[in-house]
């Protein structure tokens, strides 16, 4: 008796062990939390901008103004440790400055046309497209914004990941 008794508190102590590991699995994960910094994402891309100091801050803040341009309603987040997004129904653009470069991600851009042949990164990928502004590189304005305006075309017409907002 003894025997079947210890068996079956064994039994039940592995059950109990299971369900406290499956309730650890199942919990979702808080969503992420906001910066300490009260500072907007709007202010940390001016901020940015002006702390990079070189061609790279001039031509970022020039396709933050065509972005602006184009898109009067785009949401501007701070994500991922320091890189200005710009969302709309969705995120569909980021830009970052790189040494030697300014890239202009878009999240769709495996999706957009591009008759301009404006992306230059990133072509092999399903999804994303980029394009790499180089020192001395001219932006074809007219190009980029018929671009974002697809990007922002894409975003209505599909279901994307929204952004939760400017942070």
Do not use: C
């Amino acid at each position: 008796m003894a025997n079947k008794t210890s068996r079956k508190s064994a039994k039940v102590a592995k059950k109990a062990a299971a369900k406290r590991v499956a309730a650890k699995a199942v919990k979702p994960r808080k969503a992420v939390a906001k910066s300490s910094d009260p500072m907007s994402a709007s202010k940390r891309i001016d901020k940015m901008i002006a702390d990079i100091g070189d061609w790279r801050g001039e031509r970022l803040a020039e396709i933050r103004k065509l972005i602006h341009e184009v898109d009067p309603g785009v949401v501007e987040d701070w994500k991922w440790m320091g890189s200005p997004v710009w969302s709309h129904d969705g995120m569909y653009a980021l830009a970052n400055p790189h040494k030697g470069k300014v890239k202009l991600t878009f999240f769709h851009g495996a999706q957009l046309r591009d008759p301009r042949k404006l992306f230059n990164s990133e072509l092999d990928g399903n999804k994303w497209r980029a394009i790499d502004f180089r020192e001395g590189d001219k932006i074809n304005k007219t190009a980029l914004k018929a671009l974002l305006r697809e990007a922002v075309a894409y975003n209505n017409r599909h279901s994307v990941p929204k952004s939760k907002g400017s942070r």
